[in-house]
């Protein structure tokens, strides 16, 4: 059974940084395509980014020269990395791992970006 965990979250002032670790478990890291949502208090939970098993990435054009996800497969780990923080980053951050049909989530991690 796959399991993740998220941690590195908590508050920062704006133009803060902030790092976010996704540990894996339960399966063959390598072969899964990990992401990254959030999701802010009375809004959908939306896709921030992804990396495929193969290193492409992607990301939703509100973050894009901001954050950085990358993955270290011999730590089993998903990272992403968040500068220049804004308020409207402020949210619950999900780690997921996908592979075929199957999709796994983490607890989340709280961010909040405030003064």
């Known amino acids: 059974q796959v399991q993740l965990v998220e941690s590195g979250g908590g508050l920062v002032q704006p133009g803060g940084s902030l790092r976010l670790s996704c540990a894996f478990s339960?399966?063959?890291?390598?072969?899964?395509?990990m992401a990254w949502y959030r999701q802010a208090p009375g809004k959908q939970r939306e896709w921030v980014a992804l990396?495929?098993?193969?290193?492409?990435?992607n990301y939703v054009d509100s973050v894009k020269g901001r954050f950085t996800i990358s993955r270290d497969n011999a730590k089993n780990t998903a990272l992403l990395q968040m500068n220049s923080l804004k308020p409207e980053d402020t949210a619950v951050y999900y780690c997921?791992?996908?592979?075929?049909?199957?999709?796994?989530w983490g607890q989340g991690t709280q961010v909040t970006v405030s003064s």
């Open positions: 990396i495929t098993s193969s290193g492409l990435t």
């Open positions: 997921k791992a996908v592979r075929g049909s199957n999709a796994y």
């Open positions: 339960g399966s063959i890291f390598s072969t899964y395509t």
